[in-house]
């Protein structure tokens, strides 16, 4: 079974930095999509941003220019740089993969899920 591994959440002040690994295990995620999505308590998961594997990259509005979604395909992880972060940010955030590449908004879309890693961000 493939496995994707979260890592890298915690608490933050507001306006400060986190990064977020997701390693994956298995199989190779090099040529999926990849992607982040977050749940906020009593909140639908929402999507975060998408890498495919072209290498081309798509934010949702509210982290466009303080979020940035990379992957090393040596190490078989992806992630994602979180700069100036608001309390809002708050969430448990998720890797998931698109062995497609199709890499919709939508999570119906992909088909592996990590566990999540908490980050939460105080004023």
């Known amino acids: 079974q493939v496995q994707l591994v979260e890592s890298g959440g915690g608490l933050v002040q507001a306006g400060g930095s986190l990064r977020l690994s997701c390693a994956a295990s298995?199989?190779?995620?090099?040529?999926?999509?990849m992607a982040w999505f977050r749940q906020a308590p009593g909140k639908a998961r929402e999507f975060v941003a998408v890498i495919w594997r072209s290498g081309a990259t798509y934010y949702t509005d509210s982290v466009k220019g303080r979020f940035t979604i990379s992957r090393d395909l040596a190490k078989n992880t992806v992630y994602l740089q979180m700069n100036s972060l608001k309390p809002e940010d708050t969430a448990v955030y998720y890797c998931a993969a698109d062995p497609s590449n199709t890499g919709r908004v939508s999570g119906g879309a992909y088909d592996y899920w990590g566990q999540g890693t908490q980050v939460t961000v105080s004023s």
């Open positions: 298995g199989r190779t995620f090099s040529s999926y999509a």
